[in-house]
């Protein structure tokens, strides 16, 4: 079993910064992919960014590459999504997730291809 805890979210205008950041417990956490994913009101949770289990590859959607980061520390067994530029489109709940097996190494980067989650963090943008 893995546990997330995503913490950092809050109220920020637009173009500021916030840091995102998901603890995990239980599995060996450097083994895994860790992925972000957000979803906003009356929509469907979309992928936001991934690293792999060494954090030598790093993934980002369109919408938020950029602007957005994401690193690992796999001795505080944390993954962390520095958010700059922010807009009001992305505000949203953003969830932490893995992938049921380690050392994964595919690119599905979607809700039903995650086993572990998080019960997020809210992020609003005011303009």
């Known amino acids: 079993q893995v546990q997330l805890v995503e913490s950092g979210g809050g109220l920020v205008q637009a173009g500021g910064s916030l840091r995102l950041s998901c603890e995990a417990s239980?599995?060996?956490?450097?083994?895994?992919?860790m992925v972000w994913f957000r979803q906003a009101p009356g929509k469907e949770r979309e992928f936001v960014s991934a690293?792999?289990?060494?954090?030598?590859?790093?993934y980002y959607a369109d919408s938020v590459k950029a602007r957005f980061a994401i690193s690992r520390d796999n001795a505080k067994n944390t993954v962390y999504l520095q958010m700059n530029s922010l807009k009001p489109e992305d505000t949203a709940v953003y969830y932490c997730?893995?992938?049921?097996?380690?050392?994964?190494?595919?690119?599905?980067?979607?809700?039903?291809?995650?086993?572990?989650w998080g019960k997020g963090t809210l992020v609003t943008v005011s303009s």
């Open positions: 239980g599995r060996t956490f450097s083994a895994f992919t």
């Open positions: 690293i792999r289990w060494s954090g030598g590859m790093t």
């Open positions: 997730a893995a992938p049921l097996l380690a050392y994964y190494s595919g690119t599905y980067f979607r809700p039903d291809g995650m086993h572990y």
